[in-house]
């Protein structure tokens, strides 16, 4: 049975993809024969991503320089992601996280990743649906969120904030704009294992944080491939407005 999961030959713009998870959704993407734009403030690192990308099997391959956070950045970075090829597909990944306490999150901080989280997302949406709706063209937006938006830990109480809010916004820009033929989903990952945060989950903390996910282990990027690869394509052509999360049982290991 074909499930239309194919995201062969369309054009997606991949937010924050010089790292981490973006990076992975850009490769992802590249192996399923997407055209792949990256857009990221590091263009430096971008470049190289880019050649992975087709030597990978992408149809295409490009890199932007974005911040997410301003919104003429935004307008020129779609712009130029639709001069290489009309755009289908949105995945607002760009996002910075804080891990200190609320009494000591300054303003300087509680901005950036405002700014970054939510301003982001809220600017390149409302920019790409723009685009959609005055060529009369259907779009897919995929919002990366997090299980913080649903349950929150010690520490994090600006990046849990607005991700709760992403996947609120996800559901508003669902309704308004699936009359234009957009749809807009998010993905709500658990704690995936990154270089970044492998010295934290060998800690005790990290490890009794471990024993409370019901699987007891770490999510891997390529956990999220089947939930990403269904939100982008038409697998999922009559979901909008729905988080999937995607963390081993964590959010239902409370009780």
Known sequence: MDLGASIQGRHVLVTGASSGLGRHFAELCARHGARVTVAARRRDRLETLVEDLRRLGAAGAAAL???VSDAA????ALEEAERE???DILVNNAGIAESRPALDVEEDLYDAVVDTNLKGVWLCSTGAARIWRDAKRPGVIVNIASILGFGVTGSVSVYAATKAAVV?????HALEWARFGIRVNALAPGYIATEMN???FESDPGLAMIRRIPTRRLGQPEDLDGPFLLLATDASRWMTG???TVDGGHLVSAL
């Open 73 to 76: 950045s935004v307008t020129a």
């Open 168 to 172: 609120q916004m996800t559901a508003a």
């Open 198 to 200: 492998a010295a934290f």
């Open 242 to 244: 729905s988080c999937i």
């Open 85 to 87: 090829a009309p755009l």
């Open 65 to 67: 320089d974005l911040d």
